[in-house]
């Protein structure tokens, strides 16, 4: 078979966690759409969720040593020149292997290494490959940054993220690529399909909450709290409270029962069955619940660089959705803030409405024609 019989070459480059690998899968599923004789390999890491996630997409995964970035010097700051060798020369060989045409990256540790290798020229058509850079934070990671220097696109998920190609102000607010299951949801059609398979009655309001596929204790701690006075307003509660978390509940009944489990392999139908959610806003999550026009209240993770409240700011500010500290997240709120909140379907409705216009529906698709531009370029 010839290299234009075989078609174009794209590795996506997003291991690690699952903020990183799902736009990758995304994007991937994308360039199957636009040009299904497009080859799509993704990179990865052994010790990365993409070992599970990415076969399970169907794409062939290459893996290469990760290359962890200290924060702090220790005598891991004095081993990274010999990883980062070791895994740009892994790197070299998948991009010979797979005759790659483009990169496209979305950060974390599988992205660095890809983007030095594709800038060292050594394929064997001695050339060098291009890259393409997303970001999907409101703060630009290193990788991202150091890859953003000779991208031949730099795209982003909100304005300001402080990630752009050298000349350019800022990066293209692009959106977070989120899979078609998600962003073609149709809630209202799938609504009552989905209640049944989660044993939630066809009526009455429905709280969803989730903080990730770990879980959240402040979350778990917050709402199964109020789980008395959820049930006495009728509210019925989906709630996933991670595989190594338990919650203690009070008797539930049919009428509003709270349906506990250690995690939600069916986001589409937690997101159809629900009214409003309880979530972190991680930029995925946001992606994700503004995406299918969800309402939620938003608790940005309480550490780190305050990353997750930025998240969701955008959708905030349009109407979406509201944002807790993690310490004002209580009982008492879920009772004297949320279940007014769930009451009053017109607002949601107006909120659902919001969250949706503030999303990028389309943006896994815009990537994937960016990255074949810049592949045929």
């Given at each position: 078979m010839s290299r234009d019989d075989a078609g174009l070459s794209v590795i996506v480059a997003g291991g690690g966690t699952a903020g990183h690998i799902e736009p990758a899968m995304a994007v991937a599923d994308?360039?199957?759409?636009?040009?299904?004789?497009?080859?799509v390999t993704a990179l990865g890491t052994a010790r990365g969720l993409e070992t599970t996630l990415v076969p399970e997409r169907g794409y062939p995964?290459?893996?290469?040593?990760?290359?962890?970035?200290?924060?702090?010097?220790?005598?891991?700051?004095?081993?990274?020149?010999?990883?980062?060798?070791?895994?740009?020369?892994?790197?070299?060989?998948?991009?010979?292997?797979?005759?790659?045409?483009?990169?496209?990256?979305?950060?974390?540790?599988?992205?660095?290494?890809?983007?030095?290798?594709?800038?060292?020229?050594?394929?064997?058509?001695?050339?060098?490959?291009?890259?393409?850079?997303?970001?999907?934070?409101?703060?630009?990671?290193?990788?991202?940054?150091?890859?953003?220097?000779?991208?031949?696109?730099?795209?982003?998920?909100v304005p300001g993220s402080g990630i752009h190609a050298p000349g350019m102000p800022d990066a293209e607010v692009i959106g977070i690529p989120v899979r078609s299951s998600i962003t073609g949801l149709d809630r209202e059609a799938f609504r009552g399909g989905a209640r049944a398979h989660f044993g939630l009655p066809p009526d009455g309001p429905v709280l969803l909450v989730f903080g990730g596929s770990q879980g959240a204790q402040s979350l778990n701690k917050a709402v199964s709290g109020a789980a008395a006075e959820l049930a006495a307003a009728g509210i019925s509660v989906l709630h996933a409270h991670g595989p190594k978390n338990s919650v203690e509940l009070p008797e539930t009944t049919d009428r509003a029962p709270y349906v506990a489990l250690p995690y939600l392999s069916r986001m589409d139908l937690a997101y159809a069955a629900s009214d409003l959610a309880i979530c972190r806003s991680g930029a995925?999550?946001?992606?994700?619940?503004?995406?299918?026009?969800?309402?939620?209240?938003?608790?940005?993770?309480?550490?780190?660089?305050?990353?997750?409240?930025?998240?969701?700011?955008?959708?905030?500010?349009?109407?979406?959705?509201?944002?807790?500290?993690?310490?004002?997240?209580?009982?008492?709120?879920?009772?004297?803030?949320?279940?007014?909140?769930?009451?009053?379907?017109?607002?949601?409705?107006?909120?659902?409405?919001?969250?949706?216009?503030?999303?990028?529906?389309?943006?896994?698709?815009?990537?994937?024609?960016?990255?074949?531009?810049?592949?045929?370029?």
């Open positions: 994308a360039l199957r759409r636009l040009d299904p004789s497009v080859r995964l290459e893996l290469i040593p990760p290359v962890p970035l200290p924060r702090k010097p220790t005598m891991d700051l004095a081993r990274l020149p010999r990883r980062v060798r070791d895994s740009v020369r892994a790197t070299r060989d998948v991009i010979e292997r797979t005759d790659a045409d483009v990169i496209v990256g979305f950060g974390g540790y599988v992205a660095l290494p890809a983007y030095l290798a594709a800038g060292k020229g050594a394929t064997r058509r001695r050339r060098l490959v291009p890259i393409v850079v997303h970001e999907a934070n409101a703060k630009a990671g290193i990788a991202n940054k150091i890859g953003a220097r000779r991208a031949a696109r730099v795209l982003a998920a995925m999550t946001v992606a994700e619940v503004s995406a299918v026009g969800m309402p939620a209240v938003y608790v940005p993770l309480p550490h780190g660089n305050g990353e997750q409240e930025l998240n969701a700011k955008p959708v905030v500010a349009q109407g979406g959705g509201t944002i807790v500290a993690d310490a004002d997240l209580t009982p008492e709120f879920v009772v004297n803030t949320v279940i007014p909140m769930l009451r009053d379907q017109q607002k949601l409705k107006q909120m659902g409405a919001a969250a949706a216009d503030a999303g990028h529906r389309d943006a896994a698709i815009e990537v994937a024609r960016i990255v074949l531009e810049v592949a045929r370029g």
